[in-house]
């Protein structure tokens, strides 16, 4: 999963930024699905900054549509107050584009775009959101969506620790057969609710960063790193410290995520984010590029991201039946077409999957890209 090399500002109460990100390359987002009332809100990139239009809107729901215009070395936007991040949209080469969406309140904001030559933009939502003219039964149903995925990001949290700890307890007894059973088990948990991690500063890079995501080697850590060890380097000698620290981090994402709230249009866009994972790093082969676990990461990123949904389907349900019809069924189709890749209690080793199957599989992503992709606008009024 791409990341940016510049520092996030933690923020541990309040609400939670989970971008918005459009799955694949070849889906695109519907750029007019901001529901009435919504203001809109372009940016469009190139190296030389963020040109935002308009630059100021007024306080409540806000669709952000985000363009490459001609970037080379841009490729994200992110809405920041306060250096939080508040909603971001990356992964776009040139020609690309997509959404995000946010419920504002009143205030100064900065569009950033890393790498331009003018980094950052000044925004500025003005006046207070107008209280929500919500139908009572839409709105009950999102409040226990929110809470629901607060509980559901703690659960599964939780499970992850003590997974954790069994693969590195092999590491630190150079176990390497354990340890390696141990690996996809472990990093499943965290692939499900991966979104709200990049949001705590370099906690995501810590636990999970690749090597081509790090400048300095000698001070790579997390899961990716250890599967180095114990696939390519085929020796755990000197791990330990590594293991040491990857515990901790998941002790802090614990702690973390136990002080967080969310907004509904963060749960969708948190949802599109997981599909974007899978179609920029498990569908490539890319992120377990030692281990070939890549399947397993695929699964955790749609079930936590259908989970996601799930919650908001009760609303989405009264507001467009349709699309939530749409976005079930084809959750339903990327699922099954993972199932003849099963294997025990895990999948096959990624690498025997051809590449005219992984197609297959891109063609699944990119069905139900489009559709998620319009959710958060929907629930965000």
């Not at 030559?117 to 009572?136: H, L, M, R, W, Y």
């Not at 009264?318 to 699922?335: E, F, G, H, M, N």
């Not at 993972?338 to 992984?358: A, E, H, I, M």
């Given at each position: 999963m791409p990341r940016s090399t510049t520092p996030r500002?933690?923020?541990?109460?309040?609400?939670?930024?989970?971008?918005?990100?459009?799955?694949?390359?070849?889906?695109?987002?519907?750029?007019?699905?901001?529901?009435?009332?919504?203001a809109k809100v372009s940016v469009?990139?190139?190296?030389?900054?963020?040109?935002?239009?308009?630059?100021?809107?007024?306080?409540?729901?806000?669709?952000?549509?985000?363009?490459?215009?001609?970037?080379?070395?841009?490729s994200e936007a992110e809405l920041l107050r306060n250096d939080i991040i508040m909603g971001e949209k990356e992964n776009l080469s040139p020609g690309l584009s997509g959404t995000f969406s946010l419920h504002l309140n009143g205030g100064k904001y900065q569009v950033y775009?890393?790498?331009?030559?003018?980094?950052?933009?000044?925004?500025?939502?003005?006046?207070?959101?107008?209280?929500?003219?919500?139908?009572?039964?839409?709105?009950?149903?999102?409040?226990?969506?929110?809470?629901?995925?607060?509980?559901?990001?703690?659960t599964e949290v939780d499970k992850l620790v003590p997974a954790t700890k069994k693969f590195t307890d092999a590491v630190r007894a150079g176990d390497i057969a354990r340890a390696k059973q141990a690996f996809?088990?472990?990093?499943?948990?965290?692939?499900?609710?991966?979104?709200?991690?990049?949001?705590?500063?370099?906690?995501?890079?810590?636990?999970?960063?690749?090597v081509n995501d790090v400048t300095d080697q000698s001070k790579w850590t997390g899961f990716h790193r250890l599967e180095k060890a114990l696939w390519q380097d085929k020796s755990l000698t000197g791990t330990a410290p590594i293991a040491d620290k990857l515990?901790?981090?998941?002790?802090?994402?614990?702690?973390?995520?136990?002080?967080?709230?969310?907004?509904?249009?963060?749960?969708?866009?948190?949802?599109?984010?997981?599909?974007?994972?899978?179609?920029?790093?498990?569908?490539?082969?890319?992120?377990?590029?030692?281990?070939?676990?890549?399947?397993?990461?695929?699964?955790?990123?749609?079930?936590?991201?259908?989970?996601?949904?799930?919650?908001?389907?009760?609303?989405?349900?009264?507001?467009?039946?349709?699309?939530?019809?749409?976005?079930?069924?084809?959750?339903?189709?990327?699922?099954?077409?993972?199932?003849?890749?099963k294997k025990g209690s895990g999948y096959v080793d990624y690498s025997t999957v051809g590449d005219d199957k992984r197609r297959v599989l891109t063609q699944k992503v990119d069905g139900l890209a489009e559709p998620l992709s319009q959710v958060a606008a929907k629930v965000n009024g």
């Amino acid at each position: 999963m791409p990341r940016s090399t510049t520092p996030r500002v933690l923020q541990v109460t309040g609400l939670l930024a989970i971008a918005g990100l459009v799955a694949t390359g070849c889906a695109k987002n519907k750029t007019d699905s901001a529901p009435a009332g919504a203001a809109k809100v372009s940016v469009e990139l190139d190296d030389n900054g963020c040109h935002v239009s308009p630059n100021s809107v007024a306080a409540g729901p806000v669709t952000f549509t985000v363009k490459n215009t001609k970037a080379d070395k841009v490729s994200e936007a992110e809405l920041l107050r306060n250096d939080i991040i508040m909603g971001e949209k990356e992964n776009l080469s040139p020609g690309l584009s997509g959404t995000f969406s946010l419920h504002l309140n009143g205030g100064k904001y900065q569009v950033y775009c890393p790498n331009a030559k003018t980094e950052k933009t000044a925004f500025t939502v003005t006046g207070a959101a107008a209280k929500a003219s919500q139908d009572p039964k839409v709105k009950a149903d999102l409040d226990q969506a929110v809470g629901g995925y607060q509980s559901y990001v703690v659960t599964e949290v939780d499970k992850l620790v003590p997974a954790t700890k069994k693969f590195t307890d092999a590491v630190r007894a150079g176990d390497i057969a354990r340890a390696k059973q141990a690996f996809a088990p472990a990093r499943y948990y965290y692939e499900e609710v991966e979104p709200v991690a990049e949001s705590f500063g370099d906690l995501d890079p810590d636990i999970d960063a690749r090597v081509n995501d790090v400048t300095d080697q000698s001070k790579w850590t997390g899961f990716h790193r250890l599967e180095k060890a114990l696939w390519q380097d085929k020796s755990l000698t000197g791990t330990a410290p590594i293991a040491d620290k990857l515990d901790a981090d998941v002790a802090k994402l614990k702690s973390l995520v136990a002080k967080t709230s969310y907004q509904p249009a963060q749960l969708a866009n948190g949802a599109t984010d997981l599909l974007n994972e899978v179609a920029s790093s498990k569908i490539t082969g890319e992120e377990d590029r030692y281990s070939h676990t890549d399947l397993s990461d695929f699964e955790a990123n749609v079930v936590g991201g259908e989970k996601a949904f799930d919650l908001l389907k009760p609303a989405l349900t009264r507001i467009d039946p349709t699309l939530a019809k749409t976005v079930t069924q084809q959750y339903a189709s990327v699922l099954t077409a993972l199932q003849p890749y099963k294997k025990g209690s895990g999948y096959v080793d990624y690498s025997t999957v051809g590449d005219d199957k992984r197609r297959v599989l891109t063609q699944k992503v990119d069905g139900l890209a489009e559709p998620l992709s319009q959710v958060a606008a929907k629930v965000n009024g």
